[in-house]
């Protein structure tokens, strides 16, 4: 590594920034990376003044590194919001609790207000329950689908515009990955962007999506953020491993693999013949599905009479919008 940084000429250079290679400071790369994110937020129009922004928080290194540079730019850049913190809680022994712990010390230290949602409050129900269930395969896929109304709902009961999420650009990557090996253009295109996406009540954004996640990892240690780095027991089992196996094996042939993969979604996205799938409600509950039960209703729990049937089933989506901002 050169001994001085390629920015400011004067100081040491303390890292090569794995998506350009440059030799950077601490400084240089401090403020590259907020400069970066800052850049992202107006090109891609994410908030507008006066927003009251609800940010996914996990406790890992993403939604760690996106609450402080959200509070950092804010402040800085006067974008005007107001800025929540909103956790869900699975119910994962050993995992989420430990990540919660973490979310709540950054709620200490940044003043935000936070709010939890559990899945045991929401559906009756713990993912730890789910998967004694289900076995080992495919948690991931009914937690993913859990936690995005769960979401939906905590951001509507704090009154939330938004949900801004973590995502960084190695997620949107190993996303694009697996729905090409499915060959599920549905989702390819509705992902696809900054803004607003996919399914659910409340508007989504990425602000990190451009961010490569050894870059976030730099920046919370440089930062000296607090975060929680354990996987979930349940992550050993998802595809989205092999994805990320395949991702990492592109970016040591080519660092530009990450980036690309996400610019191939967004080219994608413009193309306007390209079929979609038709996208309805779930029969059940009345939240999006593609399928006549989504898959929260395709659980046979749900079938044999359980919580998540009262919980769950009983009301409509207006109803439950009603319910949660009432
Ligand atoms: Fe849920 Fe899978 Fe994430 Fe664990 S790894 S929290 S089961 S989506
Ligand atoms: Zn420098």
Redesign the pocket.
Known sequence: MPATCSACGASPAALRRPKTGHALCRACFLAAFEEETHQAIVAGRLFRPGETVAIGASGGKDSTVLAYLLQLLDQRHGYGLRLLLLSVD?G?AGYRDASLAAVRRHQRRSGLPLHVVSYRQLYGWS?DRIARHLGPRN??TF??VF?RQALDRGALLMGADKIATGHNADDVAETVLMNFLRGDVGRLRRGAGAGPAGEGAVPRCKPLRHAYEKEIVLYAYFQGLDYFSTE?V??PQ?YRGYARALLKELEAARPSAVADLGHSRERLSLRSDLRMPARGTCQRCGYVASQPLNRICQVPMVDSGSELIESHGAQSVAEKKKHFSS
């Open positions: 699975e994962i993912m948690n991931c937690c993913g936690r979930c349940y992550a998802a």
